[in-house]
T-cell receptor, first 109, second 117 residues
């Protein structure tokens, strides 16, 4: 069945370092969404990408959607302690939205 | 943004009892709501899609009789865990979207931590 693989599962960084999480789909996606879940909280929508090769930025966060619409990445520049949490991608295809397993980011001050 | 309210936030129950979890869209109507289960340090597992006025659509492997879903109005969906057992202990979370088009962003409830003794 359709799968969305997300790596890495965990990432520990020193504050100020960059961070990247990657998602790969087994099938072509119609769109991809990114969510952030703070510890003890619920997922909160960050962004949606729809177009092939699309790149969107939100302050220190850069989101990319691959040319083939099968992969995506989230890059955080100069991490801060407020960035801690689990970042999920969710790929949309054939009426389904499949979540990746998430990347848990911890930031050491 | 849109608000999805989920209640209760946590519940502890005895094995064999049933637990009802409510998911409400506070400022929009949702013909579709989604129910997920999340184990510690794991991703969101879609359990079922709740459809207003019709039967829910369950994902493969999810027992319909175990997890009863009712979506009686455009703002409320309920998930009832029937005859709960310790293995049902988990974090349950719902989501909904105010947008009609598929693929639009989801708004999540705050989740319900269920502990079955």
């Amino acid at each position: 069945g359709q799968q969305v693989m997300q790596i890495p599962q965990y990432q520990h960084v020193q504050e100020g370092e960059d961070f990247t999480t990657y998602c790969n789909s087994s099938t072509t996606l119609s769109n991809i969404q990114w969510y952030k879940q703070r510890p003890g909280g619920h997922p909160v929508f960050l962004i949606q990408l729809v177009k092939s090769g699309e790149v969107k930025k939100q302050k220190r966060l850069t989101f990319q959607f691959g040319e083939a619409k099968k992969n995506s990445s989230l890059h955080i520049t100069a991490t801060q302690t407020t960035d801690v949490g689990t970042y999920f991608c969710a790929g949309g295809s054939q009426g389904n939205l499949i979540f990746g397993k998430g990347t848990k980011l911890s930031v050491k001050p | 943004g849109a608000v999805v309210s989920q209640h209760p936030s946590w519940v502890i129950c005895k094995s064999g009892t049933s637990v009802k979890i409510e998911c409400r869209s506070l400022d929009f109507q949702a013909t579709t709501m989604f129910w997920y289960r999340q184990f510690p340090k794991q991703s969101l597992m879609l359990m079922a899609t709740s459809n207003e006025g019709s039967k829910a659509t369950y994902e493969q492997g999810v027992e319909k009789d175990k997890f009863l879903i009712n979506h009686a109005s455009l703002t409320l969906s309920t998930l009832t865990v029937t005859s709960a057992h310790p293995e049902d202990s988990s974090f349950y979370i719902c989501s909904a979207s105010p947008y009609r088009a598929f693929g639009e962003k989801l708004f999540f409830g705050s989740g319900t931590q269920l502990s079955v003794l």
